[in-house]
């Protein structure tokens, strides 16, 4: 059992602060901008039924014991979800991104940023999510790096997605 050090005599312990904000003038200790946190919570609860459905098994290291995060903000943008140890974003997409200027800026940003991008359709999710699982598991494990551009399925990997990069990103 481990034992935890006394607070120094005479002294008070500091309250615990769930919401980052710092003594005085208001000040943060999260590295966030303003309000990213809300907005990350507020698109979260505007999930769609694919992202429900696809988050469902990403969630608690279900798939291949992997961690995700949803609403993971980068830059400017939120991704849909991010497995920050495997440097992969994958994004679930509605008719509406088809051809979309916006969606290439925001992918060469996050590829800037070292992510590789997954991209699927929303009915993808809905009809064949054994086939999209096991896509995103490829993806992780290395049995799909090079770029896909396929009418189903977009794949976009990092300029630096190599393994031996993707190896020394992990460690530092």
């Given at each position: 059992m481990r034992a935890f050090p006394l607070p120094p005599e005479g002294g008070e312990v500091a309250p615990r602060s769930g919401d980052g904000v710092g003594e005085g003038g208001g000040e943060t200790r999260s590295r966030r901008k303003t309000g990213t946190t809300a907005r990350a919570r507020g698109?979260?609860?505007?999930?769609?039924?694919?992202?429900?459905?696809?988050?469902?098994?990403?969630?608690?290291?279900?798939?291949?014991?992997?961690?995700?995060?949803?609403?993971?903000?980068?830059?400017?943008?939120?991704?849909?979800?991010?497995?920050?140890?495997q440097w992969l974003v994958v994004e679930i997409d509605g008719s509406q991104h088809a051809g979309s200027v916006h969606d290439i800026q925001r992918d060469a940003l996050i590829n800037a940023q070292g992510y590789s991008i997954l991209r699927?359709?929303?009915?993808?999710?809905?009809?064949?999510?054994?086939?999209?699982?096991?896509?995103?598991?490829?993806?992780?494990?290395?049995?799909?790096?090079?770029?896909?551009?396929?009418?189903?399925?977009?794949?976009?990997?990092?300029?630096?997605?190599?393994?031996?990069?993707?190896?020394?990103?992990v460690q530092i």
């Open positions: 698109l979260r609860k505007g999930d769609n039924q694919a992202e429900a459905l696809l988050w469902s098994e990403l969630k608690r290291r279900k798939l291949g014991g992997y961690k995700f995060t949803r609403q993971f903000p980068i830059g400017p943008y939120f991704a849909d979800f991010a497995c920050r140890e699927f359709w929303n009915h993808d999710v809905l009809k064949a999510r054994g086939e999209v699982f096991e896509t995103i598991l490829a993806a992780l494990t290395g049995r799909l790096a090079s770029k896909v551009d396929a009418v189903d399925l977009q794949l976009k990997p990092s300029a630096s997605s190599d393994p031996l990069t993707l190896n020394e990103r």
